[in-house]
């Protein structure tokens, strides 16, 4: 794939981006944790977490991952599936659907549109699948910039859900 916005050349992800989606997570993390954030993923690096190394390897080889490049750099990664995850606590939609199981961006390369690059691909991705319906689960705390970022990229809310202490939110996307 050689779809590019803005200087963002999205392709097809493979194992050996993990380590690049790892170091964007751990930014992620102290990124967040540097604002006040340490609710939403903890203070653990990501790649220091129970799981999370073997959880991004199985992304990038069980699911759908694309990646965003800039100049050649990873900048970003989103990760589609058929539905959520087993382990939240929402079903799937009744319907066939294209799910973001992952969805993050180098804090480096901020204010370039990479997430909203990565989620109008996913639309794309979902409609050439001949699927009609786009979802994501995200981090419904603090003041809701993440929901509002989602709404921001075309995408209404449709469930709120707690995983333990954490609130969800489930948005929904038509992309057909």
Same mark, same amino acid.
């Given at each position: 794939m050689n779809d590019t916005t803005h200087g963002i050349r999205i392709r097809r992800g493979s194992l050996a981006d993990a380590p690049a989606v790892l170091d964007m997570?751990?930014?992620?993390?102290? @990124?967040?944790? *540097?604002?006040?954030?340490?609710? +939403? @993923?903890?203070?653990? !690096?990501?790649? +220091?977490? !129970?799981?999370?190394?073997?959880?991004?390897?199985?992304?990038?080889?069980?699911?759908?991952?694309?990646?965003? *490049?800039?100049?050649?750099?990873?900048?970003?990664?989103?990760?589609?599936?058929?539905? !959520?995850?087993? +382990?939240?606590?929402?079903?799937?939609?009744? *319907?066939?659907?294209?799910?973001?199981?992952?969805?993050?961006?180098?804090?480096r390369h901020a204010g370039l549109g990479i997430g909203a690059?990565?989620?109008?691909h996913a639309a794309e991705e979902t409609r050439r699948a001949g699927v009609d319906l786009l979802r994501v689960d995200c981090w419904a705390g603090g003041g809701g910039e993440l929901v509002a970022f989602y709404e921001r990229n075309g995408f209404i809310r449709t469930e709120a859900f707690r995983f333990g202490t954490w609130p969800g939110q489930v948005l929904a996307r038509r992309v057909g």
């Open positions: 997570l751990d930014s992620a993390v102290a @990124w967040m944790n *540097e604002r006040g954030n340490t609710e +939403q @993923w903890g203070t653990t !690096p990501y790649s +220091q977490k !129970p799981g999370g190394v073997a959880r991004v390897e199985r992304y990038m080889t069980e699911n759908t991952p694309y990646i965003a *490049e800039l100049a050649g750099t990873s900048v970003g990664a989103l990760v589609l599936d058929s539905g !959520p995850s087993p +382990q939240m606590p929402i079903g799937p939609a009744g *319907e066939p659907e294209r799910y973001v199981r992952l969805l993050v961006s180098d804090r690059v990565l989620l109008a």
